[in-house]
Nanobody, 127 residues
Framework: VQLQASGGGLVQVGGSLRLSCAAS???????????LAWFRQALGKERDFVAA????????GYSNAVSGRVTISRDNTKNTVSLQMHSLKPEDTVVYYC??????????????????WGQGTEVTVSS
């Protein structure tokens, strides 16, 4: 399974950005049956949970740091997961990673529960 994240870039404080992650490859039952998530990581720090969405898109979870400013969504027909971010702050300046588990999983904020990772896309919020 390969995850390809895109959409990062430079944005001003208070601006918006949409990250996307395309999944390809094979799993036992297809990625549409798996929870997908976004994490983020600053240089020298641990990878932090941002948001996750259940396989059918009916359940979502967000970290306190982004709750109310971020919306996660998915399109199972295209095997993509997106992260729409609003009201961006300088502390949102980090690398964002999409992730998928190797088994069926409910919403989890633990990085250790995810097996497949994208290469990361960098977001820079300038003041």
């Amino acid at each position: 399974v390969q995850l390809q994240a895109s959409g990062g870039g430079l944005v001003q404080v208070g601006g918006s950005l949409r990250l996307s992650c395309a999944a390809s490859g094979r799993t036992r039952s297809g990625l549409s049956n798996y929870t997908l998530a976004w994490f983020r990581q600053a240089l020298g720090k641990e990878r932090d949970f941002v948001a996750a969405i259940t396989s059918d898109g009916g359940g979502t979870g967000y970290s306190n740091a982004v709750s109310g400013r971020v919306t996660i969504s998915r399109d199972n027909t295209k095997n993509t997961v997106s992260l729409q971010m609003h009201s961006l702050k300088p502390e949102d300046t980090v690398v964002y990673y999409c992730a998928a588990p190797d088994r069926n999983l409910l919403i989890s904020s633990e990085a250790a529960h995810y097996y497949y990772w994208g290469q990361g896309t960098e977001v820079t919020v300038s003041s």
